[in-house]
């Protein structure tokens, strides 16, 4: 069952590439209940299309995909020089190593939180101030964040 959808998607975006740009344009409207923009060209009609009829097909993109982005274009138009940081996610299991004066430190991420010497945390924050002393932040102290120098270099 599932394989005959794959090959009527497959299908359906294959014939794309040879409709000619009035099609295309229709084919948009159908899909989108909207007019296409003007500046979209035939390549980009058709790569919208293909997307719509998978996404239609299979399902979009989740919640979090969607916050995710949104957040991101958010950030761009907010950014001065139109740079985004995309930020990184750790999946529990990982293991963070930082080696702070001559000691190297192992920290566990779990699904709701951190391990560090066999102790639960909340925050790398708590994580960073028990290994230095002083108030750091986790993710940066972990090198999960660059810092403010590397980002705008």
Known sequence: MQENVDQE???????L??????????RYRTLFKAEPPKAFGPDLLRRSIAYK????????????TRRLLNNLMAQ???????????????????VLVRDWKGKS????????GFAYE??????LS????????ARWNGPRFFGLRANSREVSA
């Open 126 to 133: 708590e994580i960073a101030r028990a290994i230095t002393g």
């Open 53 to 64: 009829i998978q996404e239609q097909a299979y399902g979009g993109l989740d919640a979090d």
């Open 118 to 123: 066999g102790k639960p945390y909340a925050s």
């Open 76 to 94: 761009q138009a907010r950014s001065k020089d139109g740079r985004i940081v995309i930020p990184r996610r750790i999946k529990p299991g990982a």
């Open 17 to 26: 590439r040879s409709m000619p740009k009035a099609e295309l344009r229709v």
């Open 105 to 112: 430190h192992r920290v566990m991420v779990l699904e709701d």
């Open 9 to 15: 998607i497959e299908a359906e975006v294959n014939r």
